[in-house]
């Protein structure tokens, strides 16, 4: 792992060079890299019939490339990104696919429908987990905008971004949580969104927890056509 290393385009065969990958992860022994991938878009199809975003995980050691989920119905049935190992070897993710929110229209006689955000623009990515075999998937989060970014905490906890979209809200705080969903609370952002340059207004993503215990993040506004920002350390001890 240097700038000299000799590159190895592991995801090449399977995307042809058209795809995309995004949120990549290393396992806590640097042998695997976890991640989410797309294959290239399908012309002339419809939106329903495009490939989705899957979790998929390339063994360094064996040069072994393969998607978590193997049957192409589950893996299909919703757009899953942002995965992280949990330290059991299960894998959180976030994903559309929402199946106890669903379970649970259902024992209440309501009508069935894909979770979508509050502003109904597109569907809302909560929080899952599921072995490392891609069985036993499980929504451990209900949001009605976007739950991203888990990590884990020295503690065990998952640390998470969660936007609250609601009334005046419109805000990606973080939040943390025990890895099947207890626990659920505030970790940082609710009262710190006017701190960017000359009191802008900012948002936080991407928490990673570092050794001596402070949280890096990237702080940058809401909305914009540049997706980069600026990293930022985080006393959460200290600061709530």
Partial sequence: ??????????TGAFTGGSGDVKDVEVSWDGTRLLFAMRAPEIEDADPEDQPTWNIWEYDITAKVLRRIMVSDIT????????PHYLPDGRIIFSSTRQRRSRAILVDEGKEQFSALDEDRNEPALVLHVMDADGSNITQVTYNQSHDLDPTVLDSGEVAFVRWE??????????????PDGTGLELFYGAHSHATGTDGAEVHFLQPRERADGLLLAVKLPLSGSYRGGELVLIDTENYI
Avoid: I, K
Avoid at 165 to 178: F, K, P, T
């Fill in 1 to 10: 792992a240097s700038p000299s290393a000799r590159q190895r385009n592991v």
């Fill in 75 to 82: 893996a299909e049935d919703g757009q899953d990104v942002a």
């Fill in 165 to 178: 979209n609601m009334g005046s809200r419109n805000a990606l705080s973080l939040y943390r949580m025990q």
